[in-house]
């Protein structure tokens, strides 16, 4: 599964690497393999091969007999049976095409994701493999709100056949329990109410699915709000700028950790900016998960000018090449205007270096603080003009459905979801298998 989806699926397999041989290609490859050297005077187009060093193989059994200064080039034999001497050298013959070994196309290819040489069926293999990996590790992270939400909904629905008003109202609480937002559900319902009014939910199960189109639509409306996919910029386009915001203690820089080991793990040169210079530990943190992750990491002394550490980390960028930048920010709301100054000022200096820069702008919420994190969100995208939110701590809350709050309340695409505190519990929100997974 691709990560960080600027970079296609195919990038490990448009190198040429197991591409068909081309005619002219095939053509020098079968002579190299069929026919044997020429001898000395037999080729009138090439000179004759200087002579070859006589080289004594180490063999096990009967010692045979040795071979012409000139043969020292063929294939040794572990085992040869002894024989006379010829007359002239004989040449062993050469096999049928049929009994020969198939010669590969090209050599196998090093994905940098897996670090092994692979064909191209086991890599699909692999990536399949690890789709499921994923997918069950989010199913297990949601499941406390799916228990949460479907126990609530099922005792709403214990024991009755027909849908009325007290149903609906049961129903509007456990949404709402879910932490789905009461704007959210008031808009759930009402489009419940006009599928029960045309005769189209008729039953429990019809209004079960009713809920899950619902919540389905909406996050995939939301994707149509900000960046929902690194594609969107050209991909000459270089380094890729993602600034990192939100309030201390959210998981910002285990976020950004994380990050950055699974982009570089797709083959991608990555560097972190240490630009939260407020706050004493934020680069000392920073450090920790950059030696951890091997991901270069610009950072200066507390106090220094955000700005002027990411110009610098911009030209290093620039310098090395590298495809993808990703910048700490600073993590407060208490003084906005401040805030508000120091983040226009860092987009400023990284439009006018890079084109378009910052490409993306995500915000990193904790699922467990519910409605506050739609409130922190509301906040950070007057003033920092997010494109994205990162939900973390996914899996350690029965409140999840914020998601949902989140992507109907602000129109932004929810990009990635913590779901556990290892280096690759972070993973790309698929808003189907977040849906399927309430209500499975």
């Not at 943190?285 to 507390?302: M, N």
């Amino acid at each position: 599964m691709a990560f960080w989806r600027r970079e296609k699926k195919d990038r490990y397999i448009t190198l040429g690497l197991n591409e068909p041989l081309t005619a002219e290609e095939r053509a020098q490859t079968e002579t190299e393999r069929l026919e044997p050297p020429a001898a000395s005077g037999q080729s009138a187009t090439s000179p004759p091969a200087p002579p070859l060093p006589t080289i004594e193989p180490t063999i096990t059994g009967d010692a045979p007999t040795p071979p012409p200064a000139r043969e020292s080039h063929a294939v040794t034999e572990t085992k040869r049976p002894v024989a006379p001497a010829p007359a002239a050298p004989q040449r062993e013959p050469i096999k049928p095409a049929s009994q020969q070994k198939p010669v590969p196309t090209r050599s196998p290819f090093m994905t940098s994701v897996l670090g092994l040489n692979l064909t191209m069926e086991e890599l699909q293999a692999q990536e399949a493999a690890l789709e499921q990996e994923f997918s069950a590790r989010f199913r297990r992270a949601i499941a406390a709100t799916r228990e949460s939400l479907s126990e609530t909904i099922d005792s709403v629905f214990q024991g009755r056949r027909k849908i009325d008003a007290a149903l609906l109202d049961e129903l509007e609480e456990a949404l709402i329990a879910a932490d789905i937002g009461v704007p959210t559900t008031l808009h759930i319902l009402d489009t419940v109410r006009r599928g029960i009014a045309r005769n189209q939910i008729n039953d429990i199960d019809a209004l079960k699915a009713a809920i899950k189109t619902e919540l389905l639509s909406i996050l995939q409306a939301s994707e149509r709000g900000g960046v929902a996919t690194e594609t969107s910029v050209p991909e000459n386009v270089a380094p890729y700028v993602m600034m990192i915001v939100g309030v201390n203690g959210v998981g910002k820089t285990t976020t950004i950790g994380k990050l950055a080991q699974r982009i570089k793990a797709e083959g991608n040169d990555v560097l972190i900016c240490a630009a939260d210079t407020f706050r004493a530990a934020a680069s000392d943190q920073l450090a920790i998960w950059a030696e951890r992750t091997g991901v270069p990491l610009i950072q200066q002394k507390q106090g220094t000018d955000p700005a002027a550490v990411l110009f610098d980390s911009l030209k290093a960028a620039k310098a090395r090449n590298s495809d993808v930048l990703i910048v700490d920010t600073a993590g407060r709301l208490h003084n906005k205007s401040n805030l508000m100054a120091e983040l226009e000022k860092m987009k400023r200096v990284a439009g006018r270096e890079v084109e378009g820069a910052p490409h993306e702008t995500l915000l990193v919420v904790d699922a467990v603080t519910g409605q506050n994190g739609l409130e922190q969100a509301r906040q950070f995208l007057k003033v920092a003009g997010v494109t994205g939110i990162v939900l973390t701590k996914l899996d350690g809350t029965a409140k999840g459905g914020i998601a949902v709050a989140i992507a109907k309340e602000l129109n932004l695409p929810i990009r990635y979801a913590g779901i556990g505190e290892k280096v690759d519990d972070l993973v790309v929100f698929d808003p189907e298998e977040y849906v399927n997974g309430l209500f499975e």
